[in-house]
């Protein structure tokens, strides 16, 4: 039995109530007018301190109390909570599946823009009079190989003449 006791001196009212499905209100501590009374909890509890589902104080067998704050307190399904802790951890895990993914994301693009980004080391104009191999032939290199295009017999004489020569003065060179 919920007993509630309320008033002072001579005018004292008491209250029993049943403890499971009710609850005694008191509509004086809401600043309301009238009498003490029995009021029903909320269906999903078995005890309670008032009206609302958050307001449970004790559950039926088949139901676990949940309190996901400090004045919250509510009455789900065992199964149901059961299942929502489990699908809450498969939650985490496709998170941190996902937030891995993102990293791998982000550093292929930093790795994809980093070798199209021309380096300094690699953005040296090719001086065609360096590519010339033994006799005038064109070196080119396939693979990491170096290989060297043939020259026709008597025209490496002409290749070498047709190559302007500039030599760089002392103010030009760097």
Same mark, same amino acid.
């Given at each position: #039995? &919920?007993?509630?006791? &309320?008033g002072? +001196?001579?005018s004292? !009212?008491?209250?029993?109530?049943?403890?499971?499905r009710?609850? /005694?209100?008191?509509p @004086?501590? #809401?600043?309301?007018? +009238?009498?003490?009374?029995?009021?029903?909890?909320?269906?999903?509890?078995?005890?309670?301190? +008032?009206?609302?589902?958050y307001?449970?104080?004790?559950?039926?067998?088949? /139901?676990? =109390?949940?309190?996901?704050? *400090?004045?919250?307190?509510?009455?789900?399904?065992r199964?149901?909570l059961? !299942?929502?802790?489990? @699908? @809450?951890?498969?939650? #985490? &895990? %496709? =998170?941190?599946?996902?937030?891995? %993914?993102?990293?791998?994301?982000?550093?292929?693009?930093? #790795?994809? =823009?980093? !070798?199209?980004?021309?380096?300094?080391?690699?953005? =040296?104009?090719i001086?065609?009079?360096?590519?010339?191999?033994?006799?005038?032939?064109?070196?080119?290199?396939?693979?990491?190989?170096?290989?060297?295009?043939?020259? /026709?017999? +008597?025209?490496? *004489?002409?290749?070498?003449?047709?190559?302007?020569?500039?030599?760089l003065?002392?103010? *030009?060179?760097?």
């Open positions: #039995m &919920v007993v509630l006791t &309320v002072v +001196g001579a004292v !009212a008491t209250l029993a109530c049943s403890p499971d009710h609850y /005694a209100w008191n @004086q501590e #809401m600043g309301a007018t +009238g009498s003490l009374s029995c009021r029903p909890c909320h269906y999903t509890c078995r005890r309670c301190s +008032g009206l609302q589902d307001e449970c104080t004790a559950c039926w067998s088949d /139901a676990e =109390l949940y309190n996901p704050s *400090e004045d919250q307190n509510f009455c789900h399904p199964i149901l059961n !299942a929502y802790h489990s @699908q @809450q951890s498969w939650y #985490m &895990v %496709l =998170l941190i599946i996902l937030l891995g %993914l993102l990293v791998l994301v982000l550093i292929l693009a930093v #790795m994809v =823009l980093r !070798a199209r980004r021309p380096s300094n080391r690699t953005s =040296l104009k001086n065609p009079v360096a590519n010339l191999g033994p006799l005038g032939s064109i070196k080119s290199t396939v693979n990491g190989n170096t290989a060297y295009a043939p020259v /026709a017999r +008597g025209d490496s *004489e002409q290749l070498m003449t047709k190559i302007p020569f500039h030599d003065t002392s103010d *030009e060179e760097i």
